[in-house]
């Protein structure tokens, strides 16, 4: 097997996306040449118990492409700025280093989109901790799928009574403006995430049935600024060049369907997935396409194993999903 478990942590973040100029906020006294900085290790910013109440401070609004500037204050505390997007919109968001106090420990979450009853839901749709400067957050790719107001929140350990410094940048989707076709052979880059809960259950449930048969479900989400989509090739390119799906690279001849098609290749326990695949990921009249891989070995007598890997790409959506098919014999 290519991994020990279906279960994936709840979010592996990409190297850094480049990100666009953004402005705002009084950018505090960057430290002197030769001068070092040091930061003490804090405990882990969690995420708010709560959204409701005097629980946290709502700031206003935070803009794509554009900055926020406020004080942590002398507790450790969470404050919520709201963020408007048109659906299929990507950002990058960061607590930067400039504009921030030294020695500041923070958290970043999105929640969203709010709902008609003036709610943002209890989920975490991304979030980080340490990923950027020093103990500073940083999410570089988050894909908002739906039009509508989102809520971002950072948290903070350590109240020292510094500023800190929000910002948001575009880095591809809808916030693009007037975006240029995508050069030739533009590569796809992958961030990997979590799967919808509702996915990982179906996929446990069809993992449950027989004992000669598993499955797995990943999701890619990547940055694209282009006008043009993404092609289906770059993106199972992308997905090949992952070590964990190297043995699949040797399939001279892989198929391609539409993604009605490809529902009669998945075994029919998984195959309450199709629809729910879609439903999560995808967007109405969005072009959706699979590539599929084949390899077979053995691994000595009665040890046949068949494994199909289908790369599912979303041009309109960003996302790559992998459904990979295990079976072998008992």
Known sequence: MKRGTAVRSAMLWMSAVGLLGACGGQPEQAPADGETVTTAAQSLVSPPSTLSGGFMNYLGTLSVGGAVSSNTGTTAAY????????????VALEVTHLGTGVGVDTGLFVYGPKDANGSYGTRVLFQDDDSGYGELSKIPLAT???AGEYLVVVGWSNGLGKQYRLQASCVGGACVPNPASAPANAPVTLAQ?????NLQALLDTGNAYREDAFSFLDRYDFAWPYATPASLDAAAAAVLARSEY????NDPTPDTYTYAAFQSQMYWQYQPLHPAILAAYGDSGENVQVKSYFREFSTGPNGDN???LNIILFPVSRHVIVYEQTAHEI
Do not use: C, M
């Not at 700025?81 to 659906?87: E, I, N, P, R």
């Not at 190297?246 to 690279?249: A, C, I």
């Open 193 to 197: 995430f979590a799967i919808e809960p």
């Open 79 to 90: 404050e919520g700025f709201k963020l408007t997007v048109a659906a299929h919109t990507q």
């Open 144 to 146: 908002l799928d739906d």
């Open 246 to 249: 190297s043995g699949y690279r």
């Open 306 to 308: 068949w494994r199909t």
